[in-house]
């Protein structure tokens, strides 16, 4: 009978130690996940800052590309405006130029004129003053 009481009581203490450890696994069970859910909340937490900074970043380099793509358009559109200044310019150079060649030419050409009315008058005078000393009369 003593054996049977002392084999009870060695089974009890068994269960009793057993339920025990079970406790403390469920604690620390417990605890682990108390901390993987907090852990999970702060890389969440993390995640979601770090997104929004990103999103900052991506913003704020959207405003500087806008940026730079609108001086490059002020610039592209200053360089055209110049160079339809420099092809004005150079047009109207051009139309100077002709006009003084075209001036030049017609000022040669009167004086080809000239020149040519004054030989044939030459001729002309000294054919009649040959015809006068021919036949004065």
Known sequence: KALKEQQKQKDKNNKDNKDKKNKDKNKQDNKDKKNNDKNKKDQDAKNKSDQKKQENKNQNKSKKEKEQEEQLKKKKQSEEEKDKD???????????????????????????????NRTFLRRFESKSSDDNIKNPW
């Open 86 to 116: 420099a092809q004005k310019q150079q047009e109207s150079n051009q139309k100077k130029q002709n006009l003084i060649s075209d001036m030049e030419e017609k000022k040669w050409l009167n004086q080809l004129k000239d020149q040519k």
